[in-house]
C-alpha cells in the first residue's frame, strides 16, 4: 500500500443522538475536533456512547425515523453523511459489515461503490488481504469464516477503500493474541502508508498505545456525555490513571478486582465427552477429536487460535448442533430422564439445564424490550408472573440494566447487549452454562461484575464453560483449560 490520501479533520459540534426507542440520549453535548493525521484512542465506560459517536462519524446511524439528532457531526467541515468514501468504519460485530457470499468480492464491494477502477480494484483487495494476514482463498464463502476471521475480513475492505480516516470498534474483539497483533500492525501499515486519520475504540488498550497519539476519554452524566479527559496517552493514563479506572476505563497498572478461589473442588460428573470431533457442516469436522469431563461447581476454558472450532466445540456441548463423530453424554444428574444426548433434548429441557451465550449477542435476541427478554426463558418454563418479575428485577440490577429495563435489545451497546444475553442465560437457572467470549465490549466495572457472577455461578454448583481469547477471566475463574487446534 503505497498511494497516499488526504487525511480527514472530524468534529463534533455539540452532537447528541438518541434512539426513538431509547429513554435516554445515547450521546448528547459533545464537542471535540480530530485533526487530520492524528491517531486517537476513544476510551469509556460500556454505555458512554463511543460506538454511537463513531457510528456517527461513519455516517451510518439511522435517519430521522429511528432517532433524534442536533448539533454537528463534520467530515472536513461537510456533514459525516454526505462524506461518501471519506470514512472506513470497522463495526463492533463485523457480521453486520459481511455483505457478499465471497471474500473477495465482499473487501472489493467498497472499491467498486466509490468507482475504483476495475483494473485497480483486485490488487488493492490482495495487498488487504496480506495486510491482515486473512489467508484464505478469494472464493471461500464469507459464512464459513470464523468471528475473528470476519473481523479481519472487515478491516481488509476499509484497508481496499484507502480512506482518509479509518475508525475501529473494538477491532479484535473476538481474536487471539497472535491476531490481536496482527491487526494492530496491518493498522500501523496502512497508516504509515497513506496518512489516514485514525479513531479507535478498545478494551485491549496496551496494545494500541504505542500506536496512538491522543487519549480521548468519554464518560456518561446525568446531562449527557462528557470528554473526562483528552491529551496525550501519558497525560490521560499517567496523570489520572486511579480516577479513570474507577470510573470503569481500563487503565495499565490498575487490574478490576477478582473473585476468590473456588471455596470447594469440582462436584459430580455433569457431561461426558468421548473422542468427540466437530463440525458446523456434516462430513467436514473441524476439530477433535477431544475427551473432556464436565464437573459441576467448576470452571473450563476453551481456547486456540481463530478458526480452530472453538465455538463449534462450545455449541456441539450445549446440544445445539450434533457431533461429527464420538459423543456428547450427560449424566443422570443433569439429563433428569431426558436422555443422555443433550441434542435430542427438547428446547424446554435444555433451558434448566445448559443454557448458552453465543458470540454474536444479536444472533440470540428475541423480544421487543430488555424486561420481555429476561422473560423468554422463564415464561416457556410457565413460570408464574411474579417470578418471572422478580428473577428478571434482580439480573437488570446486578448487570446494570435497570435503566435500560423498556429499550430495544438492539439499541444497545455492544457491552450492553453482551450483558443482557449473559442475564437471559441466567434467568432459566441451568445446572451448566456455555459462554462464548463473555466478557467482549466490557468496560473494567462491568468486566469485574460479569466475572464475580460467573464465580458466583460456580460456586453455587453450577458448571462453566468459558470460550476466550480473555486469558484474565480464566485466570480470575480458576479455569481448567482445554486448547482447540494446538
Known amino acids: ?75 472536513d467541515g461537510v456533514p459525516a453523511t454526505e462524506s461518501r468514501g471519506r470514512v472506513g468504519m470497522v463495526l463492533q460485530d463485523p457480521d453486520t459489515q459481511t455483505m457478499l457470499a465471497r471474500v473477495g468480492d465482499d473487501i472489493a464491494f467498497g472499491c467498486e461503490n466509490l468507482g475504483v477502477p476495475r483494473e485497480e480494484i483486485w490488487p488493492r483487495v490482495r495487498e488487504a488481504m496480506d495486510a491482515v494476514e486473512l489467508d484464505v482463498p478469494l472464493d471461500r464463502s464469507t459464512a464459513a469464516l470464523s468471528g475473528g476471521q470476519k473481523q479481519r475480513l472487515a478491516l481488509a475492505g476499509v484497508i481496499a477503500m484507502r480512506p482518509g480516516a479509518i475508525l475501529l470498534d473494538e477491532p479484535t474483539a473476538n481474536l487471539d493474541p497472535e491476531g490481536v497483533r496482527d491487526v494492530r500492525d496491518a493498522v500501523a501499515a496502512a497508516l504509515d502508508a497513506t496518512g489516514a486519520t485514525l479513531v479507535v475504540i478498545e478494551h485491549r488498550i496496551d496494545v494500541w498505545l504505542p500506536l496512538v497519539d491522543r487519549v480521548i476519554v468519554l464518560g456518561a452524566e446525568p446531562e449527557g456525555t462528557v470528554v473526562l479527559a483528552d491529551g496525550t496517552p501519558d497525560e490521560v493514563l499517567g496523570a489520572r490513571g486511579a480516577e479513570l479506572a474507577a470510573s470503569g476505563v481500563w487503565v495499565p497498572g490498575h487490574p478490576p478486582a477478582v473473585p476468590p478461589p473456588p471455596a470447594h473442588g469440582p462436584g459430580e460428573l455433569l457431561l461426558h465427552a468421548h473422542a468427540l470431533s466437530v463440525a458446523r457442516s456434516r462430513g467436514i469436522p473441524v476439530a477433535g477429536p477431544f475427551d473432556l469431563d464436565v464437573h459441576a461447581g467448576e470452571a473450563i476454558g476453551i481456547t486456540g487460535p481463530n478458526g480452530a472450532g472453538k ?3 462450545g455449541l456441539t456441548l450445549a446440544g445445539l448442533i450434533p457431533a461429527e463423530s464420538g459423543r456428547v453424554v450427560a449424566s443422570a444428574a ?45 415464561r416457556a418454563l410457565r413460570l ?21 429495563a423498556e429499550a430495544n435489545p438492539y439499541t444497545l451497546s455492544g457491552g450492553e447487549k453482551r450483558r443482557l444475553t449473559v442475564a437471559a442465560a441466567l434467568a432459566t437457572r441451568p445446572q451448566m452454562i456455555v459462554l462464548d467470549e463473555p466478557t467482549f465490549g466490557q468496560d473494567a466495572t462491568t468486566w469485574a461484575e460479569l466475572v464475580a457472577i460467573i464465580a458466583g455461578l460456580r460456586d453455587d454448583g453450577a458448571a462453566i464453560v468459558a470460550i476466550s481469547h480473555d486469558e484474565a477471566v480464566l485466570r480470575a475463574l480458576h479455569a481448567r483449560r482445554l486448547e482447540v487446534g494446538a
Do not use: C
Open 1 to 75: 500500500m503505497t498511494a497516499r490520501v488526504n487525511p480527514a479533520a472530524l468534529d463534533a459540534r455539540g452532537w447528541g443522538w438518541r434512539y426513538t426507542t431509547r429513554l435516554r440520549w445515547a450521546v448528547r453535548e459533545v464537542e471535540l475536533r480530530i485533526e487530520p493525521g492524528e491517531r486517537v484512542l476513544l476510551l469509556g465506560a460500556s454505555g458512554s456512547g463511543k460506538s454511537t459517536l463513531l457510528q456517527g462519524f461513519g455516517g451510518v446511524l439511522g435517519g430521522a425515523d429511528e432517532g433524534e439528532t442536533h448539533g454537528a457531526l463534520l467530515v
Open 311 to 313: 465455538s463449534t466445540f
Open 334 to 378: 443433569l439429563s433428569s430422564g431426558s436422555g443422555d444426548d443433550p441434542f435430542r433434548w427438547t428446547s424446554r429441557a435444555l433451558l434448566t439445564r445448559i443454557a448458552t451465550v453465543l458470540q454474536t449477542p444479536e444472533h440470540q435476541l428475541l423480544a421487543k424490550t430488555v424486561r420481555e427478554e429476561l422473560a423468554v426463558g422463564p
Open 384 to 404: 408464574d408472573e411474579a417470578e418471572i418479575a422478580r428473577r428478571a428485577d434482580e439480573l437488570l440490577e446486578r448487570l446494570r440494566l435497570t435503566a435500560l
